[in-house]
């Protein structure tokens, strides 16, 4: 229960059908700093605020409460954020604090309570893929978080529930009015908990101020074109905020750390038909030959064609059909057949694949 009005309706509907709700809240050491005036107060997840709402839930069903002391794990998630930004790539906190800490440290919480189910409020569901749970998109496309939950381990999805996985939200809203929830048009979290600022470069700066060394910024054929003041101030598929003028528009294509290099270039630079990933996740038995299914390789992306190649455990490269835009080191990537989410990985590296033979190619899906 993190105090959101997702959340809150899926604790109270799980309640209104008859389960024995447990209410757990991550308490991560997070400050959120009072705005300014005239600004909008941080819309996370972790606040004290939060917290409190959260326990005024539970307390209207009448249901057991607990606030968990996870700072010491959070500050390690905030170390892996900063650290890839150290080193040129793009992290994404959500997915690790899901893995790690949502469905990680959670489940053993759940096992001192003797909670046989584990349920959040997150746009995803449960189903059944050739007799065995399979996490899947929710019905609300538009909000559908299973992108994020791509890393759980594959031996607790038989205990997960996912209360609003067939809802949009607006009859989540619409639930929590009927519910009389008070958070019923709180908004959205849409920043990272702890960069409630969404400085990034700031949270690095703080903590490895190192990363910020004058270099150079270079064009397509290695020319310097500029200067930049540290590698941490950037993202691929990054425009704005460049300080450089060649006459025409321009993005980040390419972060190299070793060299405290940033690379530039016209749009086209940023089209690529491969990925490699790294510490893959499979909600399923992969095939060792290659096979199809659709790739997803960042929140708002839509999964696209590609061919996958997963022989290596732990290791997936991906093909696809077109080439896409701004395949980023550091990002979160996805597989898919149709609504079943098949598992994910981290992406190491973008790259133009070589010549494939398409008799090697496996046409059915897992």
Same mark, same amino acid.
């Given at each position: 229960?993190?105090?959101?009005?997702?959340?809150?309706?899926?604790?109270?509907?799980?309640?209104?059908?008859?389960?024995?709700?447990?209410? *757990?809240?991550?308490?991560?050491?997070?400050?959120? &700093?009072?705005?300014?005036?005239?600004?909008?107060?941080?819309?996370? #997840? #972790?606040?004290?605020?939060?917290?409190?709402?959260?326990?005024?839930?539970?307390?209207? /069903?009448?249901?057991? *409460?607990?606030?968990?002391?996870?700072?010491?794990?959070?500050? @390690?998630? !905030?170390?892996? =954020?900063?650290?890839?930004?150290?080193?040129?790539?793009? &992290?994404?906190? #959500?997915?690790?604090?899901?893995?790690?800490?949502?469905?990680?440290?959670?489940?053993?919480?759940?096992?001192?309570?003797?909670?046989?189910? !584990?349920? @959040?409020?997150?746009?995803?569901?449960?189903?059944?893929?050739?007799?065995?749970?399979?996490?899947?998109?929710?019905?609300?496309?538009?909000?559908?978080?299973?992108?994020?939950?791509?890393?759980?381990?594959?031996?607790?999805?038989?205990?997960?529930?996912?209360?609003?996985?067939?809802?949009?939200?607006?009859? +989540?809203?619409?639930?929590? $009015?009927?519910?009389?929830?008070?958070?019923?048009?709180?908004?959205?979290?849409?920043?990272?908990? *702890?960069?409630?600022?969404?400085?990034?470069?700031?949270?690095? $700066?703080?903590?490895?101020?190192?990363? *910020?060394?004058?270099?150079?910024?270079?064009?397509?054929?290695?020319?310097?074109?500029?200067?930049?003041?540290?590698?941490?101030? =950037?993202?691929?598929?990054?425009?704005?905020?460049?300080?450089?003028?060649?006459?025409?528009?321009?993005?980040?294509?390419?972060?190299?750390?070793?060299?405290?290099?940033? @690379? +530039?270039?016209?749009?086209?630079?940023?089209?690529? $038909?491969?990925?490699?990933?790294?510490? +893959?996740?499979?909600?399923?038995?992969?095939?060792?030959?290659?096979?199809?299914?659709?790739?997803?390789?960042?929140?708002?992306?839509?999964?696209?064609?590609?061919?996958?190649?997963?022989?290596?455990?732990?290791?997936?490269?991906? !093909?696809?059909?077109?080439?896409?835009?701004?395949?980023?080191?550091?990002?979160?990537?996805?597989?898919?057949?149709?609504?079943?989410? /098949?598992?994910?990985?981290?992406?190491?590296?973008?790259?133009?694949?070589?010549? @494939?033979?398409?008799?090697? !190619?496996?046409?059915?899906?897992?």
């Amino acid at each position: 229960m993190s105090g959101g009005v997702d959340s809150s309706v899926a604790a109270c509907l799980l309640h209104e059908q008859g389960y024995q709700v447990i209410g *757990f809240f991550m308490r991560t050491g997070v400050e959120s &700093p009072s705005p300014a005036a005239g600004q909008e107060r941080h819309r996370g #997840c #972790c606040s004290a605020t939060d917290a409190a709402d959260a326990r005024w839930v539970a307390g209207r /069903l009448g249901v057991s *409460f607990y606030a968990l002391n996870f700072e010491n794990e959070f500050d @390690t998630l !905030i170390d892996y =954020f900063v650290e890839e930004y150290k080193n040129g790539r793009t &992290p994404n906190p #959500c997915v690790h604090c899901n893995n790690r800490l949502k469905f990680g440290r959670i489940v053993d919480y759940a096992h001192t309570v003797d909670a046989n189910l !584990i349920a @959040t409020g997150h746009y995803a569901r449960i189903g059944q893929r050739a007799g065995q749970p399979i996490l899947r998109r929710a019905v609300d496309r538009t909000k559908d978080q299973s992108y994020v939950l791509n890393g759980l381990d594959r031996s607790i999805l038989q205990r997960l529930i996912f209360p609003l996985g067939e809802l949009t939200k607006e009859q +989540v809203r619409a639930e929590a $009015r009927r519910f009389d929830l008070p958070m019923h048009d709180k908004p959205d979290s849409v920043e990272i908990c *702890f960069v409630p600022d969404r400085n990034y470069a700031r949270v690095v $700066r703080e903590r490895a101020p190192e990363a *910020f060394r004058q270099g150079a910024v270079v064009d397509q054929q290695g020319r310097e074109v500029g200067r930049h003041d540290g590698i941490a101030n =950037f993202t691929i598929g990054q425009r704005r905020g460049l300080g450089i003028a060649l006459g025409l528009p321009i993005y980040v294509t390419h972060l190299d750390s070793e060299n405290n290099r940033v @690379t +530039v270039g016209e749009k086209a630079a940023l089209y690529h $038909r491969a990925l490699q990933a790294v510490r +893959v996740n499979w909600l399923i038995d992969p095939p060792a030959t290659p096979w199809r299914a659709n790739v997803q390789i960042r929140y708002q992306h839509s999964a696209a064609p590609a061919t996958i190649y997963s022989a290596e455990p732990g290791q997936m490269q991906a !093909i696809f059909d077109e080439p896409q835009m701004a395949i980023t080191p550091g990002q979160a990537v996805a597989v898919y057949d149709d609504d079943d989410c /098949l598992g994910g990985g981290w992406i190491r590296l973008a790259q133009q694949p070589a010549a @494939t033979a398409e008799s090697t !190619i496996t046409p059915a899906t897992p």
